[in-house]
């Protein structure tokens, strides 16, 4: 019940239980729209390659451009902006669909998943403003950030078993499809809220700096970019590794694990608090070491029920990463470019998994499945490398005065 607590408290704040619902389904088709592009080419056109650079246009494309929209809707409003943006996303995400089920060339299907990724709303960033917007210097917020890093969580336990059905027992492009369904509804939810949307906090006229040039934020996005680079690397080398044992659906259960060891720490860390002015960097060091020897044996798995075991391990190190950088961005960056500062953090996690998935794809064709993990625990020892080596910026950066991180 102590461990609940936090989170009931926030939820019954007029409104945000509606709003934070409304943006876990516009979501959810993160874990589900990569992966389904995965299953749906290699399905298709049996190739690993092919599957991951297409995939890898979508997720690339979505990491360079969110920041723009997000920019936008910080000068125009969530409204404005985002209705605009959902309508060509989920449009080319069905005609990704149909033409990869029609047999388009190569080229034709990567730049209709080019347009779908940089048309996808930062909805992460989108709910993270609105908690900020709804607390402001609450000490609360670290918790409700915690809350939607532990729907992320949910999100990944939920979307790969998910999609991977809907390819395996209904159709290959279903699950691009119920992604496409799912982002246009749950958006349209969310943007019809409009007590707890924040009002645009830039001006045409001001002018400042980028928030990726604020202290410590380079340090925070390496981090991210770096576990994204796990994320793409293990969600490639899960599903090679379940084909190769001829049981493609167990890797959406494995997938599924993962998260859920990642879930069951974003519990437990969402309701810590300390009054340190150092307590988030600390966390991010200490989790992102722990992270990079967590995925050390999931090369060394021999079948896949290992797998899912050394999978369901290593999950444990990934939700204290994920919540001690996003907040770590709340402190570093000015409160007018939040949601800006969010998509890049969400943006990085995203170009990492473009990357990895795109090189894990060419090495599982060239190498097989069994050496791909090593991939991943390289991108997990780059994310301590980044946290012990920015500990000092990062502590630099944090400002004593916006209260303690999480909890």
Known sequence: ????????????????????????????????????????VSA???????????????????ALMSPLGSRAVDR?????????????????????????????????????????????????????????????????????????????????VVGPPLATYLAVAVSAPAPVLISALLVAVGSALLVIQRRSEPEPKVSVEHVDIRPIRHTGMPIVLFCLLAIGGV??????????????????????????GYAAGSMVAAL??????????????????GAAVLLAFVTLPLALASTLWALGIFAFIAGLAVS???IACFTLVERLVPARQLTEGLTWAISSIGLGVATAASVTGWWVDAKGSQTAFWL??????????????????????VSPTKGPGVG
């Not at 298709?44 to 979505?62: H, Q």
């Not at 437990?268 to 060091?285: E, F, K």
Request: proline share 4%.
């Open 268 to 285: 437990y860390v969402g309701t810590r608090s300390s009054s340190r002015p150092d307590y988030l960097p600390r966390l991010l060091a």
């Open 1 to 40: 019940m102590r461990l609940v607590g936090p989170y009931a408290e926030i939820l019954r704040i007029p409104g945000a239980a509606s709003f934070s619902a409304a943006a876990f389904i516009a979501r959810l088709p993160i874990a589900m729209a990569g992966l389904g592009i995965v299953l749906m």
């Open 231 to 256: 994320f793409g690397s293990i969600d490639v080398a899960t599903v090679a590794a379940a084909d190769a044992a001829e049981s493609r659906a167990t890797a959406g259960l494995i997938l599924g």
């Open 320 to 322: 204290p990463v994920l």
């Open 44 to 62: 298709e056109r049996g190739s690993y390659a092919e599957a991951g650079l297409i995939g890898g246009g979508y997720t690339v494309a979505s």
């Open 76 to 156: 125009w409003g969530q409204r404005r902006v985002i209705r605009i943006l959902v309508v060509v996303h989920a449009a080319t995400l069905a005609l990704l669909a149909l033409l990869t089920m029609s047999g388009w060339p190569f080229i034709a299907l990567l730049a209709v998943a080019i347009v779908a990724g940089a048309t996808q709303p930062a909805t992460g960033a989108l709910v993270r403003a609105r908690w900020a917007h709804l607390l402001a210097d609450d000490h609360r917020l670290g918790t409700a950030f915690a809350f939607e890093s532990l729907l992320d969580e949910l999100i990944f």
């Open 376 to 397: 991943t625990t390289v991108a997990g020892f780059a994310v301590a490398l980044g946290g012990l080596l920015g500990f000092p910026a990062l502590r630099r950066g």
